[in-house]
């Protein structure tokens, strides 16, 4: 069984900065592609960002890019995702994700080209 836990979530000003963390167990951590989306009230939940295998590759949805930065460390199996010019839409529960095999998914994102879903970490940034 898979399990995936986020942390690092919390209240921030806008233009702020916070870093997400998502552990994962369960499975070779390390052979699996690995994404972040989020949900704000009322919204459909969002793709955010996905990371290859190695870390080699990445990709963003057009709203963070050049703000977030996903990354992992194989070592410590664990998915982060750092966040920079934290904007009040930013606002939303952020979920960590994980892949089907090693690459990023096609088309990265949907949901259904992930499996396993963590619980998720809220983060509030104050106008």
């Known amino acids: 069984q898979v399990h995936l836990e986020e942390s690092g979530g919390g209240l921030v000003q806008a233009g702020g900065s916070l870093t997400l963390s998502c552990a994962a167990s369960?499975?070779?951590?390390?052979?699996?592609?690995m994404g972040w989306f989020r949900q704000a009230p009322g919204k459909e939940r969002e793709f955010v960002a996905a990371i290859n295998w190695s870390g080699g590759s990445t990709y963003y949805a057009d709203s963070v890019k050049g703000r977030f930065t996903i990354s992992r460390d194989n070592a410590k199996n664990t998915v982060y995702l750092q966040m920079n010019s934290l904007k009040p839409e930013d606002t939303a529960i952020y979920y960590c994700?994980?892949?089907?095999?090693?690459?990023?998914?096609?088309?990265?994102?949907?949901?259904?080209?992930?499996?396993?879903w963590g619980q998720g970490t809220q983060v509030t940034v104050s106008s």
């Open positions: 369960g499975r070779t951590f390390s052979s699996y592609s």
């Open positions: 994700t994980t892949g089907r095999n090693s690459w990023i998914p096609t088309p990265p994102e949907v949901r259904r080209s992930y499996d396993y």
